[in-house]
């Protein structure tokens, strides 16, 4: 059964950087995505990795800040630089097996916490 592991969350001051991964168990994916949700907020799509073509979205309010990559082990990464307050959240990663489908496999929630 497939699973996503999710780790490396944690607590920075602002500018700072955290940098987390997510590994993939049991299956091959089409993609990764990373989401957030802050307190009292909906969650929001980070950003998306493409596993064959190594294609990358990012939501606007991360780009140029945050940079998605996969490894040969396909441990995805989510690379967060110059992190702001409004970064802070539970920050999952989620996988998918075709562009068609919803992201149904879900990692557990790691907390990033940005001090002003």
């Known amino acids: 059964q497939a699973q996503l592991v999710a780790s490396g969350g944690g607590l920075v001051q602002a500018g700072g950087s955290l940098r987390l991964s997510c590994e993939p168990t049991g299956h091959t994916f089409h993609s990764t995505g990373w989401f957030r949700q802050a307190p009292g907020r909906e969650r929001e799509l980070v950003g998306t990795?493409?596993?064959?073509?190594?294609?990358t979205y990012y939501a606007d309010s991360v780009k140029g800040r945050f940079t998605i990559s996969k490894d040969d082990r396909n441990t995805v990464y989510l690379q967060m630089n110059s992190l702001k307050p409004e970064d802070t959240g539970v920050y999952y990663c989620?996988?998918?097996?075709?562009?068609?489908?919803?992201?149904?496999?879900w990692g557990q929630g790691t907390q990033v916490t940005v001090s002003p």
């Open positions: 989620a996988a998918r097996l075709n562009f068609f489908e919803d992201f149904s496999y």
């Open positions: 990795f493409t596993w064959n073509s190594g294609s």
